[in-house]
Nanobody, 115 residues
């Protein structure tokens, strides 16, 4: 089993910044993908950004140039730096870890962008 604990959500004004963090613990394999997804009210969960050891990070078109995903492999943590936030970024953000045969999700952290 793998546990994911997120932190860093909150309320921010348009144009502001937030940093989300996720710490993974448990039975983590050497090869895995970590990333962030989000789900706005009434919408499906969507990919925001993912990162692996083998490839460059990938981002949803809607966040390219504004969000940056980073990972500390020694600590099994993944962060999402979110800049130039827009009201449409408002959602619950979920940390995800995928490894062979399994997917794990964090509990979610609310991000609200509003003036």
């Amino acid at each position: 089993q793998v546990q994911l604990v997120e932190s860093g959500g909150g309320l921010v004004q348009p144009g502001g910044s937030l940093r989300l963090s996720c710490a993974a613990s448990g039975s983590i394999s050497t090869f895995n993908t970590m990333g962030w997804y989000r789900q706005a009210p009434g919408k499906q969960r969507e990919l925001v950004a993912i990162i692996t050891s083998s490839y460059s990070p990938a981002y949803a078109n809607s966040v390219k140039g504004r969000f940056t995903i980073s990972r500390t492999y020694a600590k099994n943590t993944v962060d999402l730096q979110m800049n130039s936030l827009k009201p449409e970024d408002t959602a619950v953000y979920y940390c995800h870890l995928g490894q062979v045969g399994s997917d794990y999700w964090g509990q979610g952290t609310q991000v609200t962008v509003s003036s």
